[in-house]
């Protein structure tokens, strides 16, 4: 199980990308992290595998907390903590197979010297792992002589090679067309299934979150604003993004988390929007219940 509770990240410069993300993961999750751009979620997962220190907080992977961790523990929970990066991430100039190896050692820069000594046993699972993404017969190509999708699968085959309890991955098919990012989430889906791993994906369409996630956690300025069923986000939210300047349609409904800081309500198949802001010197929700009632006579 995933734990986190009470997660912070205030940059250096004051911006605060977390704030008091209280999440439990149980495992086998398919969890799909939905936000607009700049919700933290990247720095959510990046906090998980400490690339990124929380500000305050603690987060805890089957019991052991993972925020205290330095040297050689942090290096063996990373380990356990696959990363896919929507840029991919692998190195250019080495083949498919080297980089799919490099999952095993957790640091690319000492790859290059050991290549040629890598035990039997993990290049035969570096294989495996090639196999189960459909690109065992490319393990000798360069990585940079495949296409995007390519890459992302040897991505997750060095993700898969490190036999890991978690998946991250950071809005995985957002440089992928339509068709590969399904490949991409079917994917992760199955490997979700057969190993009963966490995964949890980055993401900002609703349409693939709703698809495949059996949990999705609504983020919006660090918040979290929603977090169940696909089913209940069609229920209760059109999608957890807002813009200024969308007009209120109808806001009868009462958002069904006091943290929100901003919700969005769809009531008889149109988007109801509301500018609420609860709490932290927010009005109360009756106030601005009353508030956008009034702007939607105005217009
Ligand atoms: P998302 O992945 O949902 O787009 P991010 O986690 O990347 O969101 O960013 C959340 C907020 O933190 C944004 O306001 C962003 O500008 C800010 N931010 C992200 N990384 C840094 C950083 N390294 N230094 C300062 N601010 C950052
Ligand atoms: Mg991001």
Redesign the pocket.
Known sequence: MLKLKEVSKI?R?G?K?LDGVDIEIKKGEFVVIL?P???????LLRCINRLIEPTHGRIYLNGEEITSLCGRKLHKMRQKIGMIFQQFNLVKRLSVLQNVLSGRLGDVSSLRSLFYSFPKKDVQLALECLDRVGLKSYAAKRADTLSGGQQQRVAIARALAQRPKVILADEPMASLDPRTAKVIMDLLKKINQEEKIIVIV?LHVVELAKEYADRIIGLTKGKVVFDGIPSLLDKHFKTIYYEEETRVVNADMIPVSSKAKRVWVLEAGKIAYARWQIGEGGDSVENQKSNVKNEREEN
């Open positions: 940059y410069d911006i990308a936000g751009s700049g919700a933290g979620k990247s720095t980055n």
